[in-house]
Structures are given as C-alpha cells and as structure tokens.
C-alpha cells in the first residue's frame, strides 16, 4: 500500500474518533448534534495552523502532533477558560461550577487536537 493512501486511511479513522467523541460526549441539546464549542474550537485550531505537523510515519506524525502542538493547547485552554468565567460570572452573574468549566476546556483542547492529528495526517497524503 502507498503511504499516500495510508495517511488518507489513518486521517479518516482520526476524523471519525473526531465525530464520535464529539457527538457522544457532548451534546448540543434536543437534535443531539455536536455543540458549538467542539465546532468552534476546530476552526480556532485550523486558525492556529492546525495540519501544520511534521513527520515521516504515522507514528512520528502523532508524536510530532503532540508535542508540536502543547503550547497551542495550552494556550487554547486558558483563552477558554478565561471567556467561561468571564461569561458565567460577568454576563450571566453566576457562580462557575468546576464540572461545566472542565466540560468547557475538555471540549476544546480534544476537538483541536483532533482536528490537527486529521489535517496533518491528509496533508501528509497531499505531499
């Protein structure tokens, strides 16, 4: 098999994993779709160079993912908690509870993470 074809394989196997974790964890309410936050941070991923991942397999792809891309999701991760709290207790006057702040960066970081683990994997299969 072409390597070619097996990044494409690889991307789509890590754009399911996207779909599923996204859809099952959380949900957006009464038609079950994925929520906004799981959309919004794939676009602030693509934003933030998300595909951008070096490596010559698909192993070193991944561990490039990670590591290459820590300080994004640090970074990611305290812009989305800072406009949480600064929602909840500045717009909404509510105290933060831990479990919706968690939900709201958990959401975030593993949808980015995703997104940049498929776009890299096709833009591999691209080259």
Do not use: C, Q, R
């Amino acid at each position: 098999m072409n390597n070619k074809y097996l990044y494409m394989v690889v991307g789509a196997i890590v754009a399911v994993v996207w779909f599923y974790t996204g859809h099952s964890a959380y949900y957006a309410g009464e038609a079950n779709a994925l929520s906004d936050s799981w959309w919004y941070a794939m676009v602030l991923a693509v934003g933030l160079g998300a595909g951008s991942t070096g490596g010559d397999d698909v192993v070193s792809i991944f561990v490039e993912g990670i590591k290459g891309y820590v300080s994004t999701m640090i970074m990611l991760a305290i812009f989305i908690l800072v406009a949480h709290l600064i929602y909840v207790v500045g717009i909404k006057g509510a105290t933060p509870e831990i479990a919706d702040v968690a939900k709201a960066i958990i959401s975030v970081v593993v949808s980015a993470f995703l997104t940049n683990m498929t776009l890299s994997y096709l833009k591999k299969a691209n080259a």
